[in-house]
Structure formats: structure tokens, C-alpha cells
């Protein structure tokens, strides 16, 4: 039971540096902008970099996670993290963080894969709904607590009091000019630090089900035969585009077109975004019982659009809620579109999961189109391609027709009184 205990908090502290790691980039954004002299477009090669290796690795993740085990591919995966957090902490150039980023996202990948069939045995199959939503919570925790800690390691306030802390020891290993670069120092430390704990833990045995194995080349060429696979697919494509299209390009908006610090209330709103997304992630959860999961997810689709426009449009003091409010009504996409997906197929739920994941290379492409868009135009008229995309998560939620439908209260009652023998005629 102990041991037990032991590996689900490790995969829930998974979970947070997963986030930590991962939802920090929008709000380095003008920071790197500004050290590297960069355009919009360049820019975007960063979210390129990093979110193109989940494309590339999520389902090779699966395969090496069948052959060779969680504990093995946990190891590596920060290994590679650790690898480009250091070589970009010695050698601070726009090119090696390319390459920094790229090693990064290859690890976070491969944790994703791995460590949900590690939490299912870990704590019981019985108990994997609930322990799912708790590493959810870390996720979500840590992608507030990413941009504030970040707001902190670069605030230019009580230095001379501040020698022995974190943030003057972090700080004094990186160019004066560039201490955002004392955030990848940070990485690198948690990245070995993870390797040593992991290393020290005993595994247990892990029988992958049916839905989480990937299966051989043969059927993946299958399904994405089919046309239903294939629009779902880009329904993850256009969703996790749009969460990095806005994320990555809050703080840069604010202090573009409102002169906000972006160190300090640039950063901190892009924490407010995805805490409002954690938030909206447990609604939900609450709201999916209660009402079929195609409304809600048009619902929330229409009230995304008029937080954006309002975000885009509005006053400084309305843009700083608006942009939060965006990530609560982009909290329930991606469960809703990934379930409709799954409920659209009779099997092969693995293969599908992994295809699917590989829609995550959204995330590379629509922060790079927004920053093209936005050199030829300007910053806000590139933010309107968030709305072509999320236009598509909304047409889902018109045309969707699965075979499985999600429970509802309503539905149940409807159901047990349609299993109720009609009364006789006296």
C-alpha cells in the first residue's frame, strides 16, 4: 500500500512538471523577443520546435513503452529534457533553444504516454477516473504556478536583500541581460532531480488494456483511412492550435497593444488562462452529466469566440479577464472531442488514441501562423486565425455523430422508465 501511495504521488508530481515545463513559453514570449531581437514569425519556430515533437513522438511513445517498460522510458524522457534545459542554460543562442525545445518536447511526449497506464495500476482501475482528475488539478496547478514563479526569478526588486535565495543563485549563472534564461537552469535541476527519484522507485508490473496499447503500422494505416478519423483528428489539430495560438501570444498582445509589463501582469494573466482552464475542466465534468456533450461543447465553443473578440477588442481591463475567460471556455474541448472520437469507433481504441495525440502538432503550427500573419499585418489581425480554428472545434459540435453518446442524468431516468413494463388496461 505504501509503495502504492509512493508512485501515485510520483506520476501526480509528473503531472505538475509536465505543465511546468510545458505552459511557460507564452510567457517567456517577449522576454525571448526582446534578447534575441526576434520577428512575430520567428517566434513561432519556438512553439514549432517543441510541439512538432509530440507529433512526432506520441505514438513511437507507445510502441517503447510496450517494449521496454514506464520505468525505462520515464528515465529517458528526462534525461532528454535535462540534456536540452542544460545545453541551453551554457549556451544561450536562439538556434541551440530550438534544439532545446525540440529535446524537452520529445521527454513531455513520452511522460504523456506513459504514465496513464503507470496511474491506473498504481492505484487501482477502480480508483483511475478519480486520480486521473487529481493529476489534472497538479496540471493545472503547475501552468499557474509556471508564469508567477517565472514573474518572480525576473522582477528587478530587493536583488541586494536576495543573495542566498533561488532567485539570486539562478539568476547569477546567466547573462545579466537575459535572466528569463534562469527559468531553463531551473528546468534542468527538476529534470535530474526527477531522473534520481524515478531511478530509486520500484515499478509495478503494468498490463496495458486493450485501449492503451498502440498496434502495429498495418491498422494505423487503416484508420486514417477512414474519413471520420481524419476529421476528428483535425478537430485535435485545431483545438490544441488554438489553446497555444492564444496562450503563446497573450503576454506579447498586452504589451503590444496595452503596455503591460510582461514580466510581471503579462505573465501572470497567461497563469490566469490556465488556471481558468483547470477550473473549467472540473465544470465540466459537473455540466457533462446534466447535458449532452455535442451542446456543451458548442456552448462553450460560441462563448470562447465572444471572449476572444472581447479580449482582442476590449480595454486594457477588459482584455486582462477576457483572456483568462478564453481558456475556461477551452477547458472541455479536448475530453469532448477525444470521447466523441473514441465513441465513433467500434476498436482499435489505442491506434485511434495515439492518432489522435498526434494532432498535439496543432500547437506547432497555428502560433507560427499567427506570428506570419502578424508581421505581414499586425499582432491582433494575426490573433484572428485563433477563430478559424476554433470555428472547426465548433462545426464538431454540429456534426458529430457517435455511436456512444455520454450518460446524462436525464438520459438515465428516461432510460429506466423506458425498462419499466407499461401498467396493464383494466
Known amino acids: 500500500m505504501k509503495n502504492r501511495s509512493l508512485l501515485i504521488a510520483l506520476v501526480l ?19 525571448i523577443k526582446g534578447s534575441f531581437n526576434l520577428e512575430f514569425s520567428s517566434l513561432g519556430f519556438m512553439t514549432l520546435a517543441f510541439f512538432s515533437a509530440y507529433g512526432i513522438m506520441s505514438i513511437p511513445a507507445g510502441i ?36 532545446s525545445l525540440f529535446l524537452i518536447g520529445t521527454g513531455m511526449a513520452m511522460l504523456q504516454v506513459a504514465i496513464n497506464p503507470l496511474l491506473r495500476t498504481a492505484g487501482r482501475e477502480e480508483n483511475f477516473a478519480f486520480y486521473s482528475v487529481l493529476g489534472q488539478l497538479f496540471f493545472g ?7 508567477y514563479f517565472y514573474s518572480y526569478l525576473v522582477e528587478k526588486k530587493n536583488e541586494d536583500t536576495e543573495l542566498l535565495n533561488i532567485k539570486a543563485i539562478l539568476n547569477s549563472l546567466v547573462p545579466k541581460d537575459m535572466s528569463w534564461v534562469s527559468i531553463y537552469v531551473l528546468f534542468a535541476c527538476i529534470s535530474l532531480i526527477m531522473v534520481v527519484i524515478i531511478f530509486t522507485c520500484k515499478f509495478p508490473k503494468v498490463e496495458l488494456k486493450e485501449d492503451e496499447k498502440t498496434e502495429d503500422w498495418r491498422i494505423i494505416k487503416e484508420l486514417i483511412k477512414n474519413k471520420i478519423i481524419i476529421a476528428y483528428f483535425i478537430g485535435i489539430f485545431c483545438y490544441v492550435g488554438f489553446e497555444q495560438g492564444v496562450s503563446f501570444w497573450i503576454s506579447q498582445f498586452l504589451e503590444t497593444y496595452h503596455q503591460v509589463n510582461p514580466e ?56 486582462l479577464l477576457a483572456f483568462p475567460a478564453v481558456g475556461f471556455f477551452a477547458s472541455v474541448m479536448w475530453s469532448i472531442i477525444v470521447s466523441l472520437a473514441l465513441n465513433s469507433v467500434k ?21 507560427f501562423i499567427v506570428g506570419y ?54
Open 13 to 31: 508530481l509528473i503531472f505538475f512538471v509536465i505543465s511546468f515545463l510545458t505552459n511557460i513559453l507564452g510567457a517567456l514570449n517577449p522576454a
Open 64 to 99: 517503447l513503452v510496450e517494449k521496454y517498460k514506464e520505468k525505462k522510458v520515464l528515465l529517458f524522457a528526462f534525461v532528454l529534457s535535462f540534456i536540452g534545459a542544460t545545453a541551453f542554460a551554457f549556451i544561450p543562442t536562439f538556434v541551440v533553444f530550438l534544439g
Open 141 to 147: 496547478a503547475a501552468g499557474v504556478a509556471g508564469p
Open 264 to 319: 510581471t501582469i503579462g505573465a501572470e494573466t497567461v497563469g490566469n488562462f490556465w488556471g481558468l482552464l483547470t477550473l473549467g475542466c472540473f465544470l465540466g465534468l459537473i455540466l457533462l452529466k446534466f447535458v449532452d456533450s455535442k451542446l456543451v461543447l458548442k456552448t462553450f465553443s460560441v462563448m470562447a469566440f465572444i471572449s476572444l473578440a472581447m479580449a482582442l477588442f476590449g480595454s486594457k481591463e477588459i482584455s
Open 347 to 367: 476498436h482499435n481504441h489505442g491506434s485511434l488514441t495515439g492518432i489522435l495525440c498526434t494532432g498535439i502538432v496543432g500547437g506547432a503550427i497555428a502560433p
Open 373 to 426: 500573419l502578424s508581421d505581414l499585418f499586425s499582432l491582433k489581425i494575426g490573433m484572428f486565425f485563433n477563430f478559424l480554428t476554433l470555428s472547426y472545434i465548433l462545426g464538431i459540435g454540429i456534426w458529430a455523430n457517435p455511436l456512444v453518446k455520454n450518460k446524462t442524468f436525464l438520459s438515465r431516468i428516461n432510460n429506466s422508465k423506458k425498462s419499466v413494463p407499461a401498467s396493464p388496461i383494466v
